[in-house]
C-alpha cells in the first residue's frame, strides 16, 4: 500500500496520519491546493494512547498503520483534541475492535461523539489544568475552546515536550516528509489556513498562545500538515501577529460594509450601487460590492469575516431568494458575526417577498437588523434612485449610531 508509513517523532511518539494529495476543497469551501493531511499520533507509553485519528475513509490504511506499531484491542485510550470528523473518523471503527478502550475529551467532544457514534462508550471528561496519567507519562490538557469549535483542547506531553494541538497551527499541506525542515517553504498553505479556519475566532487564538507560553515546547504536533519540530516558534509567532491584525480591524469599526447581492438581470445590482452611493453620503466607509453569484465561498466567507455591517440583496423569483443566497447564509458564523448591521434590499417582478426572508434568516443568525429592508418593483424609474439613496445613507447613519466596542 504507498502510503504505509508511520514516522518516529521522538522514541516512543509516533505519527501516524495519512497523507490526501486529492482532496480539491476541504469542509465544502475551502479550496485545498496543496491536498492536505490528517495527522494522528500514537504514544507507546503504558497507556497505549492515539491522539485523534483520522476521515474515515482512509480507515483502512489507517488500520494497517495501527497495526504496524501496536495491536490495535491494545490501545488503553484515545485523545479526541477536537471532535470534528476530519480527526474523530475513526474512533467508531477503533471502538469496534476494541470496546473496552477509553474515550478522552473536553464535555462538548464527549456529547458530540456520543450523537455521532450513537452507542455507549468508555469516556473520561477532562479540562483545561487536567492531567492525562499514561503510567510513565504524562498529558496536560490545555482548554483551547473554539479553536475552532467549542470543544477543543491541547494536549501537552510533559516527559517529551511535545503539544499536540489539532487544527491550531496546522495547514492543508500533503507531502509525505511531513517533517516542517523537510517539505519545503509551505507558508502560502499555513497563512491561507490560519485566515479561513483560525482567524475568526482570533480573540481565542490568543488566549490559547498566552497559556502555551510558559510551556518548555520542543514539537507541536499539528492535526493537519507538517508536524514542526524547526519552525514552532515562527508558526505560533505568525499566528499571534495574524490574530493581532484582525483584533486591530474589528476595533475599527464602521469602516468596512459588505454589499453583497445576487442579480438576474442586473437590477439589483443598480440597487447596490445606489444604496453604496448613500451609505458614502453619511460617513467615510469602506465599502465592498460583491456579485455572490461570481465569487469563490471561501473568498466570500473572508469578505464577511473582515467586515463590520452586511447588506444582502436578492431579487425575488418565485417567491423565495436563490441558492448563492442560501449558501451565503451557511457562512455566517452566530458565534463570529452575531450583532453584526445588517440590511437586505432587491428587486422583484409580481411580489417582493425576498428582502422579508432574508431578514427572517439574518436575525435568526443573530444579525442586527437595522433598518426595515427595501423591495423595488423593477428599477429604476420613478424616484426610485433617490429613494435607494436615502436607504443607503439611513443605514450609515444607524449604523454610526449603533457602533460598540468588540467584546
Ligand atoms: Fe481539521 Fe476542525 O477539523
Given at each position: 500500500?504507498?502510503?504505509?508509513?508511520?514516522?518516529?517523532?521522538?522514541?516512543?511518539?509516533?505519527?501516524?496520519?495519512?497523507?490526501d494529495?486529492?482532496i480539491i476543497t476541504f469542509d465544502i469551501v475551502m479550496e485545498t491546493k496543496f491536498g492536505t493531511t490528517y495527522n494522528?499520533?500514537?504514544?507507546?507509553?503504558?497507556?497505549?494512547?492515539?491522539?485523534?485519528?483520522?476521515k474515515?475513509?482512509?480507515?483502512?490504511?489507517?488500520?494497517?498503520?495501527?497495526?504496524?506499531?501496536?495491536?490495535?484491542?491494545?490501545?488503553?485510550?484515545?485523545?479526541?483534541?477536537h471532535?470534528e470528523p476530519d480527526h474523530?473518523?475513526?474512533?467508531?471503527?477503533?471502538?469496534?475492535?476494541?470496546?473496552?478502550?477509553?474515550?478522552?475529551?473536553?464535555?462538548?467532544?464527549?456529547?458530540?461523539?456520543?450523537?455521532?457514534?450513537?452507542?455507549?462508550?468508555?469516556?473520561?471528561?477532562?479540562?483545561?489544568?487536567?492531567?492525562?496519567?499514561?503510567?510513565?507519562?504524562?498529558?496536560?490538557?490545555?482548554?483551547a475552546?473554539n479553536l475552532h469549535w467549542p470543544?477543543t483542547?491541547?494536549?501537552?506531553?510533559?516527559?517529551?515536550?511535545?503539544?499536540?494541538t489539532c487544527d491550531s497551527f496546522g495547514a492543508h499541506f500533503c507531502?509525505?516528509?511531513?517533517?516542517?525542515?523537510?517539505?519545503?517553504?509551505y507558508s502560502e498553505a499555513f497563512d491561507y489556513y490560519f485566515d479561513v479556519i483560525l482567524r475568526p475566532f482570533s480573540k481565542f487564538m490568543l488566549?490559547a498562545i498566552?497559556?502555551?507560553?510558559?510551556?518548555?515546547?520542543?514539537?507541536?504536533?499539528p492535526g493537519h500538515g507538517p508536524?514542526?519540530?524547526?519552525?514552532?516558534?515562527?508558526c505560533v509567532?505568525n499566528s499571534e501577529q495574524r490574530a493581532m491584525e484582525y483584533m486591530e480591524i474589528l476595533?475599527?469599526?464602521?469602516?468596512r460594509?459588505l454589499?453583497a447581492?445576487?442579480?438576474?438581470?442586473?437590477?439589483?445590482?443598480?440597487?447596490?450601487?445606489?444604496?453604496?452611493?448613500?451609505?458614502?453620503?453619511?460617513?467615510?466607509?469602506?465599502?465592498d460590492?460583491v456579485?455572490i453569484?461570481?465569487i469563490l465561498l471561501g473568498d466570500l466567507e473572508e469578505k464577511i469575516v473582515m467586515s463590520?455591517?452586511i447588506?444582502?440583496?436578492?431579487?425575488?423569483?418565485?417567491?423565495?431568494?436563490?441558492?448563492p443566497?442560501?449558501k451565503l447564509f451557511s457562512l455566517i458564523s452566530p458565534l463570529r458575526d452575531?450583532?453584526k448591521?445588517?440590511?437586505?434590499?432587491?428587486?422583484?417582478?409580481?411580489?417582493?417577498?425576498?428582502?422579508?426572508?432574508?431578514?427572517?434568516?439574518?436575525?435568526?443568525?443573530?444579525?442586527?437588523?437595522?433598518?426595515?429592508?427595501?423591495?423595488?418593483?423593477?428599477?429604476?424609474?420613478?424616484?426610485?434612485?433617490?429613494?435607494?439613496?436615502?436607504?443607503?445613507?439611513?443605514?450609515?447613519?444607524?449604523?454610526?449610531?449603533?457602533?460598540?466596542?468588540?467584546?
Amino acid at each position: 500500500m504507498k502510503d504505509s508509513k508511520v514516522l518516529e517523532i521522538k522514541p516512543e511518539v509516533f505519527w501516524l496520519g495519512v497523507l490526501d494529495y486529492d482532496i480539491i476543497t476541504f469542509d465544502i469551501v475551502m479550496e485545498t491546493k496543496f491536498g492536505t493531511t490528517y495527522n494522528s499520533y500514537f504514544i507507546n507509553a503504558e497507556k497505549k494512547t492515539i491522539i485523534d485519528t483520522v476521515k474515515e475513509t482512509f480507515w483502512d490504511v489507517y488500520l494497517k498503520k495501527i497495526e504496524s506499531l501496536t495491536d490495535p484491542t491494545k490501545i488503553d485510550y484515545i485523545v479526541v483534541n477536537h471532535t470534528e470528523p476530519d480527526h474523530s473518523g475513526c474512533i467508531r471503527n477503533l471502538l469496534k475492535l476494541s470496546p473496552d478502550l477509553t474515550v478522552i475529551g473536553s464535555g462538548q467532544a464527549l456529547n458530540y461523539l456520543q450523537e455521532m457514534i450513537g452507542k455507549p462508550f468508555k469516556s473520561i471528561k477532562v479540562k483545561d489544568g487536567d492531567t492525562i496519567d499514561l503510567g510513565n507519562k504524562k498529558l496536560k490538557v490545555i482548554g483551547a475552546p473554539n479553536l475552532h469549535w467549542p470543544d477543543t483542547i491541547y494536549t501537552y506531553l510533559e516527559e517529551d515536550q511535545i503539544l499536540f494541538t489539532c487544527d491550531s497551527f496546522g495547514a492543508h499541506f500533503c507531502k509525505e516528509e511531513m517533517f516542517d525542515d523537510k517539505v519545503g517553504d509551505y507558508s502560502e498553505a499555513f497563512d491561507y489556513y490560519f485566515d479561513v479556519i483560525l482567524r475568526p475566532f482570533s480573540k481565542f487564538m490568543l488566549k490559547a498562545i498566552e497559556k502555551i507560553k510558559p510551556l518548555n515546547i520542543a514539537i507541536i504536533c499539528p492535526g493537519h500538515g507538517p508536524i514542526l519540530r524547526s519552525s514552532w516558534q515562527r508558526c505560533v509567532s505568525n499566528s499571534e501577529q495574524r490574530a493581532m491584525e484582525y483584533m486591530e480591524i474589528l476595533k475599527h469599526k464602521n469602516k468596512r460594509i459588505l454589499l453583497a447581492y445576487i442579480s438576474a438581470y442586473g437590477y439589483t445590482a443598480q440597487m447596490a450601487r445606489q444604496i453604496a452611493i448613500g451609505i458614502e453620503q453619511a460617513g467615510d466607509f469602506d465599502i465592498d460590492i460583491v456579485d455572490i453569484e461570481n465569487i469563490l465561498l471561501g473568498d466570500l466567507e473572508e469578505k464577511i469575516v473582515m467586515s463590520n455591517a452586511i447588506l444582502i440583496g436578492s431579487p425575488t423569483i418565485n417567491q423565495n431568494t436563490l441558492l448563492p443566497v442560501y449558501k451565503l447564509f451557511s457562512l455566517i458564523s452566530p458565534l463570529r458575526d452575531k450583532g453584526k448591521p445588517a440590511a437586505v434590499f432587491g428587486s422583484y417582478g409580481w411580489s417582493g417577498e425576498a428582502v422579508k426572508l432574508i431578514e427572517d434568516h439574518l436575525k435568526n443568525l443573530k444579525l442586527n437588523v437595522l433598518i426595515e429592508g427595501v423591495a423595488e418593483k423593477f428599477y429604476p424609474n420613478n424616484g426610485k434612485a433617490e429613494r435607494l439613496t436615502l436607504f443607503g445613507k439611513s443605514f450609515g447613519e444607524k449604523f454610526l449610531e449603533s457602533a460598540t466596542e468588540p467584546e
